[in-house]
């Protein structure tokens, strides 16, 4: 498991960081469960990764100023909280906001694409990408759970990739979101493990088809 296997970080801009929280609050968002946590996990993820050889492609969400890239429902949203001085949920092109965060920020060589939607490959490079590196497996971290990273990954699987979701490299907006995103995934048989069991050498990645009523049956979790 080398270069066929990819890591995939989903939007770990900084405009999710504390500091830019305020931001989120106006359009009822909570803070990112976790978000330390989960951020170091993906630190130590994209580290064996890279030691391993896999290539590393990262997605940062994106959006015009004005909204005129956004999705009707999006638009409504701006619309609601226009006059509060609000920016798009979605950081501009350019700007601290649209970086990644530094702890987990890109090395020579990773790839970053830009993307407007959740799914990190519409209107985007990435699948010629992965099909140009040869990549038939792919490791989904980053943000958030139930959005752009069940959506990028439901993708994936609908174009013959290998998908695996690090439950300790994801998380979102809401413990209950985070674990039901993680359940729907494992009944679409997505692999959803721990990045270590993922990046194991020789790892089967058979839990889905191992596992009596995966997805179906109530996590044990904790805030």
Request: glycine letters at 6%.
């Amino acid at each position: 498991m080398t270069a066929t296997t990819a890591i995939l970080m989903i939007d770990v801009q900084k405009m999710y960081l504390e500091r830019e929280q305020h931001k989120r609050d106006v359009f009822g968002w909570p803070p990112i469960w976790r978000l330390g946590e989960v951020v170091g996990e993906c630190r130590q993820l994209l580290a064996a990764g890279r030691a391993a050889g896999m290539p590393v492609i990262y997605t940062r969400a994106v959006q015009r100023p004005d909204g005129a890239d956004a999705t009707p429902r999006m638009r409504r949203l701006l619309a609601s909280v226009a006059g509060n001085g609000v920016p798009p949920p979605a950081a501009a092109r350019s700007g601290e906001p649209s970086e990644i965060m530094d702890e987990v920020a890109p090395l020579p060589g990773d790839i970053v694409i830009d993307k407007l939607r959740w799914d990190a490959f519409h209107f985007t490079e990435l699948e010629p990408v992965l099909r140009n590196l040869g990549v038939q497996r792919l490791i989904i971290a980053g943000l958030q759970t139930n959005v752009c990273v069940e959506t990028t990954a439901r993708t994936a699987m609908m174009r013959n990739f290998e998908v695996a979701v690090a439950e300790d490299a994801v998380s979102t907006d809401g413990i209950p979101l985070h674990f039901n995103a993680l359940n729907a995934m494992r009944v679409l048989y997505i692999e959803v493990a721990p990045w270590r069991e993922l990046t194991a050498p020789g790892a089967p990645w058979d839990r889905a088809f191992t596992t009596p009523h995966y997805g179906r049956t109530e996590p044990s979790h904790s805030a």
